[in-house]
């Protein structure tokens, strides 16, 4: 099991180029984040899937789109980078509130190494 | 407006018990007190998590006071890889709107 993993792992943008970070679980995992932590902050989150197909705005959306085609895959994308998108990005996963026959814990979330973006 | 409280940074002795305070005066009915901890600049790890009772597991304790207003996670033993930034957060039990703020910095010292 490799849990969560993100690609990449570091990345230099200059102001306006575009990307796409991916993020991928094999737990069979129903919910999937994106967050971003800024230096001394705390964790903001950008956007969240409750489900193939679906996703939601969270507390910093704005500058970004995700989609969520395949269940274990997450993507993020920056359509014009800003140097104030400059952060470190966390993917996370979790099962569903709805899995209590075999124990779903939402509020664990598992969270991958994180990805360095610098935008110049 | 952030939903919990903690002091930016505490210290505590290697092998003594560190008690981290929680302050989610807002707190509603349904709403859990969760709790996380990042270690240098991994992701956050989910330690331990309840509602109004007191709770344990195998790396802390929580207990949460009558009122809901306020908690305290407790490790009872602390080591040296304990040393992280730990957070408090209040939301439902589905997990979708975490708000971790700045949390507490604890540095666990020889």
């Known amino acids: 099991n490799a849990g969560v993993t993100q690609t990449p792992k570091f990345r230099v943008l200059k102001t306006g180029q575009s990307m796409t970070l991916l993020c991928a679980q094999d737990m069979n995992h129903e919910y999937m984040y994106w967050y971003r932590q800024d230096p001394g902050m705390g964790l903001r989150l950008i956007h969240y899937?409750?489900?193939?197909?679906?996703?939601a705005k969270g507390e910093v959306p704005d500058g970004y789109n995700v989609s969520r085609l395949k269940k274990q895959n997450f993507l993020l994308g920056l359509e014009s980078a800003a140097p104030s998108q400059t952060s470190v990005y966390f993917c996370?996963?979790?099962?569903?509130?709805?899995?209590?026959?075999?124990?779903?814990?939402?509020?664990?979330?598992?969270f991958g190494p994180g990805t360095r973006l610098t935008v110049t | 407006d952030a939903k919990t409280t903690q002091p930016t940074s505490m210290d505590c002795a290697e092998g003594r018990a560190a008690n981290l305070p929680c302050n989610h005066s807002t707190i509603s009915g349904n709403e859990y007190v969760y709790w996380y901890r990042q270690i240098h600049s991994q992701g956050p790890q989910y330690i331990i998590h309840?509602?109004?009772n007191n709770e344990t597991n195998e790396m802390a304790s929580l207990i949460i006071t009558e009122d809901r207003k306020s908690s305290t996670l407790i490790l009872p033993h602390a080591t040296l890889r304990d040393t992280a930034v730990y957070y408090c957060?209040?939301?439902?039990?589905?997990?979708?709107?975490?708000?971790f703020g700045t949390g507490t910095s604890l540095t666990v010292i020889p």
């Open positions: 899937s409750v489900g193939e197909g679906t996703t």
């Open positions: 957060i209040s939301g439902p039990p589905t997990g979708n709107q975490f708000y």
């Open positions: 309840g509602l109004k």
């Open positions: 996370a996963s979790s099962y569903s509130s709805t899995r209590t026959a075999s124990g779903g814990r939402p509020y664990e979330q598992y």
